[in-house]
């Protein structure tokens, strides 16, 4: 199995506790820079670009979520980091319960957001990935930005996500939807033994709440939330409800180390 060097930035103390975010599907690091002013005070908050996204290399797809979580098993290698705290939406968040199942020992506490363990093929992951090899970017641009956002959130603080993924590279954005198409992580969830926070948004139509009522139902030791006047980007357009979630759910957590 391939696996990749994973660009990454890091904000907050050094030795503070590491708390590690997994992006969504097109997304790059940068989706996460509403967090970082309530997350990077006490802890060392590492934001990642999964393979074929933002500063990461671009292989040729299809991908895997084990493939995606063995490129995550390696960056925390290289960082020296034996155990740490992760939040992952969407894509990230499949990633992050592919690692709590597989690779236990490495996470301490996991918040997985607008995310699902399984989605069903007319979902149509597959056929986006054959419209943006053939095409590029262009003609999902629209469409998507409308599932990650109300329409009450306004036009003008889109256009950074819009501009984000438009500028997304069409091979890792497609290998990236193959892996989502493939996954079903519903047998490994009860493996999980990290304490687990699922957050849906009441209004995100790319991954409905039932979903991660899925895996609140399965995931031993977990919390479910909604969050009202959400769609898929949760952490943009509710970023203070969110944070406030997050701080409390690692804030008081001390387990993980460097």
């Not at 030795?15 to 060392?44: C, I, K």
């Not at 319960?97 to 597959?126: D, K, S």
């Not at 997304?168 to 999980?192: F, H, M, Q, T």
């Not at 995931?219 to 980007?233: F, G, I, T």
Request: charged share 20%; aromatic share 6%.
């Amino acid at each position: 199995m391939t696996i990749v060097a994973l660009h990454h930035v890091s904000d907050g103390p050094a030795g503070a506790p590491p708390l590690l975010l997994g992006g969504s599907l097109g997304s790059t690091v940068e989706m996460w820079r509403p967090q970082l002013p309530a997350l990077a005070e006490h802890h060392r908050v590492i934001r990642y670009d999964h393979r074929g996204h933002g500063g990461s290399p671009v292989p040729p797809g299809p991908y895997t979520v084990e493939q995606l979580g063995a490129d995550v098993l390696r960056l925390l290698d290289t960082l020296g980091i034996d155990r740490v705290d992760y939040a992952g939406l969407s894509l990230g968040g499949m990633v992050g319960m592919w690692l709590a199942a597989n690779a236990a020992h490495r996470i301490n506490r996991l918040v997985l957001l607008c995310t699902a363990a399984y989605l069903p093929a007319e979902i149509g992951y597959r056929q986006r990935a054959t419209l943006v090899r053939a095409k590029g970017m262009a003609d999902i641009v629209e469409p998507v930005i409308g599932r990650w956002f109300t329409d009450e959130f306004p036009e003008p603080e889109r256009a950074p996500y819009r501009a984000m993924l438009a500028a997304a590279a069409p091979e890792g954005y497609a290998g990236c939807c193959e892996a989502i198409a493939a996954l079903d992580l519903r047998p490994v969830l009860s493996k999980i033994t990290a304490p687990t926070l699922v957050v849906a948004g009441a209004l995100d139509p790319a991954i409905p709440p039932r979903y991660a009522g899925v895996i609140a139902a399965a995931v031993p030791r977990s919390r479910y939330v909604v969050l009202d006047r959400a769609a898929h980007l949760a952490n943009v357009e509710q970023a203070d409800a969110v944070n406030e979630l997050l701080e409390t759910w690692f804030g008081n957590h001390k387990g993980a180390t460097a």
